[in-house]
């Protein structure tokens, strides 16, 4: 006989998930004739629950939600997150909202009939009415690479993007480049306007029509090197704030006849494995985006356990990976 979920006893008592799991974690806010109500369906079904993190002192499960997952670095934060919660014998799950309301809404009801221990946002906004709904059910809360500002009592981590963003400008103009394009990441996310402060900080004067809007995405990374190579006075260097965007960029140059970098230097920000395996391997910015992951699990199954977390702002350092992706720029006798 198949195991009834809190999802199926809400739907025969015709109240909603929310209602059942405050039933089961005997909430004093639920009117007595449907409390007795609740309570006799989960007899009738011999509903058993999954012991709670207060029964057995340790976490059991926790979720971890993206808006996509259609980026190689999804890949290294869910391989962060998992290497930490295998070894602490806690079960993950990894979900996709793609931004839209209704998904939300669905993964939220998902979460109530498995009785999740934590949630890790990875580049969330975490919107008013989800964060609220989580705090009434007091479950712990951390988000990676947050889209705003998130609320000061939920621990985030992320990477020094600004850092990173400089570092990388600093190695370019120290090759030689003064005409350096830049394609930016979203610009709702902190970490995108962090890495576009850090260039504009790494040059003298600043050129905006240098500048492309991105998204991450390889597409955008071809659309905006396409762009900035058109351009009658081109830039002798694209500074892309993502690796995918980067390799965009390769193709980008490739199709308009030039070679990296003997006519173009590109550097990238990340260090996915696919930067090591480009042709040639890409100079990038390393986040340590597996190392991120491994950080916010380890800080969710703390807060699952009761523990204050004493640093509720963390930024793990950046590192300049140098490769042959970047070179001095070609002098006019080298271009004639």
């Known amino acids: 006989m198949a195991r009834v979920t809190i999802a199926a006893i809400a739907r025969e008592a015709g109240v909603s998930v929310p209602t ?10 639920v009117a007595p004739q449907t409390r007795e109500l609740v309570e006799n369906l989960l ?4 509903y058993r629950r999954r012991a709670s993190r207060q029964q057995t002192g340790k976490a059991a499960l926790v979720d971890l939600v993206f808006n996509d997952l259609d980026s190689p670095w999804a890949v290294e934060l869910i391989r962060g997150v998992e290497d930490v919660m295998h070894a602490a ?3 993950t799950v990894v979900s996709a909202v793609h931004r839209r309301s209704t998904a939300t809404r669905q993964w939220l009801q998902n979460l109530y009939a498995r009785q999740s221990d934590g949630v890790i946002f990875v580049t969330s906004d975490l ?20 889209a705003g500002g998130a609320p000061m009592d939920i621990p985030t981590i992320g990477a020094t993007n600004w850092a990173g963003g400089l570092s990388a400008t600093q190695h370019l103009t120290a090759l030689g480049h003064r005409r350096i394009g830049f394609i930016a990441g979203p610009k709702n996310l902190i970490c995108s ?45 694209i500074f892309a704030s993502s690796d995918t965007m980067a390799l965009g960029v390769y193709e ?3 199709h308009r006849g030039l070679r990296v970098p003997d006519d173009l230097s590109v550097i990238g920000f990340d260090d996915l494995p696919e930067a090591r395996w480009a042709s040639p391997p890409l100079t990038t910015v390393r986040q340590p985006l597996a190392e ?27 590192e300049l990976v140098v490769r042959d992706s970047t070179a001095p720029p070609r002098t006019p006798a080298q271009v004639s």
């Open 193 to 237: 306007r962090a890495r576009l402060d850090g260039y504009r900080t790494g040059l003298e004067t600043v050129d905006e029509s240098l500048i492309r809007q991105g998204d991450f995405l390889y597409e955008s990374g071809f659309a905006g090197g396409r762009s900035l190579l058109d351009l009658p006075d081109p830039p002798t260097a």
């Open 127 to 146: 919107n008013t009415p989800v964060y609220a709904e989580l705090q009434r059910l007091n479950i712990p809360v951390v988000v990676i690479d947050p």
């Open 43 to 46: 007899k009738e079904h011999g």
């Open 89 to 91: 014998g806690v079960g």
């Open 292 to 318: 991120m992951g491994g950080l916010a699990a380890r800080t969710a199954l703390r807060m699952a356990q009761g523990d204050d977390i004493e640093t509720p702002r963390v930024e793990l350092a950046t």
């Open 20 to 29: 059942v799991s405050r039933v089961l974690n005997g909430r004093a806010d």
């Open 252 to 254: 980008a140059a490739r």
